[in-house]
């Protein structure tokens, strides 16, 4: 089994495209539902498959959130031109962060226009692509 990618309903989905292909994603493909309702399946050049869908159903009026949704993560190879890029593109990419310290991992955070949270994450040299058990410290034993 594998998870095949997350799906936001989105308000404005013009607005969406704008903001998500200023990020980098490109359209892979739209199914229209009927009655303004429409599908729009994402995806990064170097992905193979469908990474991200926005999911637009103007009916059920705008989007809330909540509060059971964190964020999406982004992995980025240049997290600081991609954040100058961002910027130049009119969004707002937050500063440069170092959670894990001066080794570990750069991150930004900025949100899409229905406020979606998205981390973008910049690997140190030599980390493998994404989290692994690697990452976490291992009881003595195992």
Do not use: C
């Not at 799906?7 to 989905?13: C, F, G, I």
């Not at 999406?72 to 009119?90: M, P, S, W, Y």
């Amino acid at each position: 089994m594998r998870t095949l990618h997350p799906a936001y309903r989105v308000t404005d989905l013009g607005a969406s495209v704008v903001f998500y292909t200023a990020l980098g994603y490109g359209q892979v493909g739209r199914v229209d539902l009927g009655e303004g309702a429409s599908l729009t399946m994402l995806k990064f050049p170097s992905d193979e498959f469908v990474a991200l869908e926005l999911v637009h159903r103007p009916g059920d009026g705008p989007v809330d959130i909540g509060t059971g949704f964190s964020h999406l993560a982004v992995q980025i190879d240049n997290l600081k031109a991609t954040v100058e890029a961002l910027t130049q593109a009119g969004l707002r990419p937050g500063p440069i962060e170092l959670p894990g310290g001066p080794d570990g991992a750069q991150t930004s955070w900025l949100s899409d226009p229905d406020g979606y949270r998205i981390e973008l994450v910049q690997w140190p040299p030599g980390h493998p692509d994404g989290i692994t058990a690697a990452d976490f410290p291992q009881p003595a034993g195992l």
